[in-house]
């Protein structure tokens, strides 16, 4: 009997299946040596030479948004920030949550703000929406003036800057 077919006597151990002491095929291991290259090559490339980073990539997707000109001014006085309650739950409170702690969408009574915290930031952000996070784009629906009422609620309410 060659080496090829040789046994193991493993059966008893597990489930009855007999093993044998077969090499890998060559076809197989060439793909793996080239997987351990290319990581190597990619990951040198990534970090030193191209000096990238996830950091610097969400930086860049950041400032790339597009800003929207706000039409109306937001007046951050007791009456928007009581009509921006009445908007944010109409229409926020299934994914921020009625206490603004987040649950699908983000937690906005945190000093944490993925976009930023400041009132036009706010504003930016509830316009132009993040749809790659399933936020809608809200301009459009609420109009200019509920946009600023919104922001000024969720900026008196939240951990806005």
């Given at each position: 009997?060659?080496?090829k077919d040789?046994?193991?006597?493993?059966?008893?151990?597990?489930?009855?299946?007999?093993?044998?002491?077969?090499?890998?095929?060559?076809?197989?291991?060439?793909?793996?040596y080239?997987?351990?290259?290319?990581?190597?090559?990619y990951?040198?490339?990534?970090?030193?030479?191209?000096?990238?980073?996830?950091?610097?990539?969400?930086?860049?997707?950041?400032?790339?948004?597009?800003?929207?000109?706000?039409?109306?001014?937001?007046?951050?006085?007791?009456?928007?920030?009581?009509?921006?309650?009445?908007?944010?739950?109409?229409?926020?409170?299934?994914?921020?949550?009625a206490?603004?702690?987040?649950?699908?969408?983000?937690?906005?009574?945190?000093?944490?703000w993925?976009?930023?915290?400041?009132?036009?930031?706010?504003?930016?952000?509830?316009?132009?929406?993040?749809?790659?996070?399933g936020?809608?784009?809200?301009?459009?629906?609420?109009?200019?003036?509920?946009v600023?009422?919104?922001?000024?609620?969720?900026h008196?309410?939240?951990?806005?800057?």
């Amino acid at each position: 009997m060659s080496d090829k077919d040789r046994v193991l006597g493993h059966a008893d151990e597990a489930d009855g299946i007999e093993e044998y002491d077969n090499s890998l095929p060559t076809w197989w291991v060439g793909l793996f040596y080239c997987c351990i290259v290319f990581a190597a090559v990619y990951g040198a490339d990534y970090h030193f030479l191209r000096s990238r980073s996830s950091a610097s990539e969400m930086e860049q997707a950041i400032v790339a948004r597009p800003k929207v000109e706000q039409t109306t001014a937001a007046a951050v006085g007791p009456e928007a920030i009581a009509a921006g309650k009445s908007v944010y739950d109409t229409n926020c409170v299934a994914c921020h949550g009625a206490a603004l702690e987040g649950g699908v969408g983000p937690n906005l009574a945190d000093t944490t703000w993925i976009h930023g915290g400041t009132l036009s930031a706010i504003q930016n952000t509830i316009s132009v929406g993040v749809p790659e996070k399933g936020m809608l784009t809200w301009g459009p629906i609420l109009g200019p003036e509920k946009v600023a009422q919104v922001a000024a609620f969720v900026h008196a309410q939240g951990g806005g800057q």
